[in-house]
């Protein structure tokens, strides 16, 4: 079964770090591009980051950029995202999602596996 | 303020057909793919439309996409009440060089 697990989530202080993972199955993990999208409480889903299916190229959102790090372990098939110096407005379920590639080409607007999200609260 | 504008809701009868609109610029829709996506509550999103009109494998075709300059469109026909859901629109945006979506419009069916 294709399937993306997220875990991590939780209360923590502003200021205060946390790790988020993604454990991927049933797909070719380490060829995929893989995304972190979150969505605050009642708000719309917001794009945080990317990374490319051997690691060697990420992209950040303006808002979590120099803060959060995307990274993957192929051999462990699981995704992850280092997020530092957190804020009030961090607050959000965090959801990893596969890019979807269709004969070839892929299109890195477009998920087409999501996990089941992660809360992620912010608060002291 | 999301960088592409939908309607905050939509509303129709079930059977019938409904459109959401999707306005951005130059920058995101004009020049990159439009994806669509449906939210029921509770749940991660799903992939509806990709590549402005083209549909997942078990995506129904009462989904359909289209995409005219700085605008796409999102259509769903024969209208069910399990279509009551949020729907986003995203694309790239060229200028931010991050992917980008709709506030989301919330269609009820009535």
């Known amino acids: 079964e294709v399937q993306l697990v997220e875990s991590g989530g939780g209360l923590v202080q502003p200021g205060g770090s946390l790790r988020l993972s993604c454990a991927a199955s049933?797909?070719?993990?380490?060829?995929?591009?893989m995304h972190w999208v979150r969505q605050g409480p009642g708000k719309g889903l917001a794009w945080v980051s990317r990374i490319k299916g051997d690691g060697s190229s990420t992209a950040y959102a303006d808002s979590v950029k120099g803060r959060f790090t995307i990274s993957r372990d192929n051999a462990k098939n699981t995704l992850y995202l280092q997020m530092n110096s957190l804020r009030a407005e961090d607050t959000a379920v965090y959801y990893c999602a596969r890019e979807i590639c269709v004969n070839g080409p892929c299109y890195s607007d477009a998920f087409d596996i999501w996990g089941q999200g992660t809360m992620v609260t912010v608060s002291s | 303020q999301s960088v592409l504008t939908q309607p905050p809701s939509v509303s129709a009868a079930p059977g019938q057909k409904v459109t959401i609109s999707c306005s951005g610029n130059?920058?995101?829709?004009?020049?990159?793919?439009v994806s669509w996506y449906q939210q029921l509550p509770g749940t991660a999103p799903r992939l509806l439309i990709y590549d402005n009109n083209k549909r997942p494998s078990g995506i129904p075709d009462r989904f359909s996409g289209s995409k005219s300059g700085t605008s796409a469109t999102l259509g769903i026909t024969g209208l069910q009440t399990g279509d009551e859901a949020d729907y986003y629109c995203g694309t790239w945006d060229n200028s931010l060089s991050e992917v980008v979506f709709g506030g989301g419009t919330k269609l009820t069916v009535l």
């Open positions: 130059r920058a995101n829709i004009a020049n990159n793919y």
């Open positions: 049933g797909f070719t993990f380490s060829t995929s591009w």
